[in-house]
């Protein structure tokens, strides 16, 4: 073999090798990969069971049910739709009614979305941007104004 040969050789194993290391990066976040949904979007998706997502819109309000322990009830809507969701764990501090939320999680056989994590706002302007995006194409999205001081 030449040292043309070798320089070769050794250029195409070191590409095959990052070639299989992009391959196996990409196939890895593509199995974590979750799917942001609305309420309304969900009866028109192609979920395969167990596949994880994120539901999105608001805490419908009145559905807060708590339940044993750390397991709570509650609905999730967008104002034309709603799903059930039961999550176990501890809730954002400012979990509550009309609020927007995101939970992450699956279905269950029966039709209720199982979350193993749940996001809320954080402040009174703010929402997850996928949520008020979703309500603002709805036309269901009323931001709130900010407070002036002293008010």
């Known amino acids: 073999m030449t040292r043309k040969q070798k320089r070769l050789s050794v250029i195409l194993g ?3 090798f990052l070639a299989l290391a992009a391959a196996l990066t990409f196939f890895a976040l ?15 998706a192609q979920l395969a069971p167990g596949q994880r997502i994120r539901l999105g819109g608001l805490v419908e309000e009145g559905s807060i049910i708590r339940g044993q322990g750390t397991t709570v009830r509650f609905s999730v809507t967008d104002q034309a739709n709603t799903v059930k969701v039961t999550y ?4 954002p501090d400012l979990f509550r009614d009309n609020q927007g939320v995101i939970a992450e999680g699956s279905f269950g ?3 209720v979305f199982v979350a ?3 996001l809320a706002k954080h402040d009174e302007n703010y929402m997850p941007k996928e949520v008020a995006d979703s309500l603002k194409e709805r036309g269901l999205f009323q931001h709130a104004e900010p407070k002036s001081p002293g008010s």
């Open 88 to 91: 176990t764990g501890i809730l």
């Open 109 to 111: 056989s029966d039709g």
């Open 116 to 118: 193993d994590s749940v």
């Open 14 to 16: 070191g590409l095959g």
């Open 30 to 44: 593509g199995q974590k990969a979750s799917y942001f949904y609305m309420p309304a979007d969900i009866e028109q």
